[in-house]
């Protein structure tokens, strides 16, 4: 057993480990992440117009963020493979950037949290958005990729302040 401030995956010998959970009670959990990608205006009005060689960019980012969450676990090493009850992907046009704002959210009922799952969908639908545009602007930006919220389990509920 860890002590409180001190990093649950490795042992007591420093060696890596997969925290166990098993004595955790089930709770609903929730967590959302968010992140953004920043383009030039041209590439901005192409992806909102569709009309690019790759079609509906933002749809298809938004699916890869929803394959990526049911994935985490074989993504990152030292994650459970949870069975997700909810995720869902949302991309955003911001005029501001100009680019777009990337939000996912996801759900289970388990003994460990599912931030890990919203943060890959954030960071895989961003990837995919780069992917998908990159031949007509090398320059985007990836950016800012952070949880916002998060929510079940002995910890309870915490949210970013803004």
Not at 36 to 45: A, Q
Not at 139 to 154: D, F, H, N, Y
């Amino acid at each position: 057993m860890t002590v409180a401030g001190e990093l649950s995956h490795f042992d007591e010998s420093g060696r890596p480990r997969m925290v166990d959970v098993s004595g955790k009670v089930e709770t609903e959990r929730k967590a959302v992440a968010r992140g953004r990608v920043r383009t030039e205006r041209s590439t901005f009005d192409l992806a909102l117009s569709g009309s690019g060689a790759k079609g509906d960019v933002i749809g298809i980012a938004e699916l890869a963020g929803v394959m990526a969450a049911k994935k985490t676990g074989d993504l990152i090493p030292l994650c459970h493979p949870l069975p997700l009850t909810s995720v869902y992907v949302s991309i955003t046009p911001d005029e501001t950037l100009p680019g777009f704002a990337v939000t996912a959210e996801a759900k289970t009922v388990g003994r460990t949290g599912v931030e890990m799952e919203a943060m890959t969908a954030v960071s895989v639908a961003c990837l995919t958005l780069y992917d998908m545009l990159k031949a007509v602007d090398r320059a985007m930006r990836i950016e800012a990729i952070e949880l916002v919220e998060k929510s079940g389990g002995k910890s309870g509920a915490w949210r970013r302040e803004e």
